[in-house]
């Protein structure tokens, strides 16, 4: 079981970048899938989730508007869209897999992150 996130970097202010998730090892259409992130110093903090078939999302009030969470089963792929950043956006961004409701808050596996820094 793996899931790769990528597509971070260094952005500024109110620009925007894509991040991505890659599973394997399991069926990713079981599995809800959320996007967590962590910033220095401070607790992992959720970011957005999507259900398995795609139509239902659950954002943080500090993203919504902002960020959009989508997946593609078929490609084995999740996506967050993150535009106009600030640079209290700036974490570690982890993805994760959940058997249950995407709004449980309760995750199987975690995959390693990827840092998005936001220039001021």
């Known amino acids: 079981v793996q899931l790769q996130a990528s597509g971070g970097g260094l952005v500024q202010f109110g620009g925007s970048l894509r991040l991505s998730c890659a599973v394997s090892?399991?069926?990713?259409?079981?599995?809800?899938i959320g996007w967590f992130r962590q910033a220095p110093g401070k607790e992992r903090e959720f970011v957005a989730s999507?259900?398995?078939?795609?139509?239902?999302?659950n954002y943080a009030d500090s993203v919504k508007g902002r960020f959009t969470i989508s997946r593609d089963n078929a490609k084995n792929t999740v996506t967050l869209q993150m535009n106009s950043l600030k640079p209290e956006d700036t974490a570690v961004y982890y993805c994760?897999?959940?058997?249950?409701?995407?709004?449980?808050?309760?995750?199987?596996?975690w995959g390693q992150g990827t840092l998005v820094t936001v220039s001021s």
């Open positions: 994760a897999a959940s058997r249950f409701s995407f709004r449980s808050g309760t995750y199987d596996w």
């Open positions: 090892g399991f069926a990713l259409d079981a599995y809800a």
């Open positions: 999507i259900n398995v078939s795609g139509v239902r999302m």
